[in-house]
């Protein structure tokens, strides 16, 4: 039996058919990815109507990606100084002898 099954989502006025796990919130995902595409494609549009279609969706992919990247960025370092602050405290507790 297959694990995988077709949906469609609509990018830009454009249908795309997309194999997403069965059971599994991978269709939730893609749709709900699908819309703030969509979501950004349309504000571009509107403010840049003399952009094809194609320049569009690729500034709003652009944007997304500097979201996601500055996300990730943000995560490393809370993450580095939490472990800064968890050393600092460790080395405190050792040099109390």
Request: cysteine-free.
């Amino acid at each position: 039996m297959e694990s995988k099954r077709l949906i469609n989502v609509k990018i830009a006025g454009k249908i795309y058919p997309v194999r997403v796990e069965k059971n599994n919130t991978d269709e939730e995902t893609i749709r709900i990815a699908a819309k703030l595409l969509n979501d950004r494609f349309y504000k571009y549009k509107q403010k840049y109507p003399q952009n094809d279609d194609f320049q569009l969706l690729t500034m709003s992919s652009l944007q997304f990606v500097q979201e996601l990247e500055n996300i990730k960025n943000k995560d490393f370092i809370e993450i580095k100084n939490d472990l800064n602050d968890l050393n600092d405290t460790l080395n405190d507790y050792f040099d109390k002898d």
